[in-house]
């Protein structure tokens, strides 16, 4: 199935896809409520990062 994809036809597929990401995107930040955060605030309540910095520490003191 792979030989001489035609270039067009990767770079339609491409835009379609790129196309999904962005629907996805905009569907995702209607439904969390935060509208036109600025980048990085969006997950200002979530736990998980301090929790990935604790387990890296804990690694790290191990060493």
Request: charged share 40%.
């Amino acid at each position: 199935m792979m030989e001489n994809q035609d270039p067009q036809e990767l770079l339609k597929q491409k835009h379609e896809l790129d196309e999904h990401k962005r629907q996805f995107t905009n569907f995702a930040r209607s439904v969390s409520g935060h509208g036109e955060a600025e980048a990085g605030q969006e997950f200002s309540t979530d736990r998980v990062p301090d929790d990935q910095n604790r387990m890296k520490s804990v690694e790290n003191r191990r060493d």
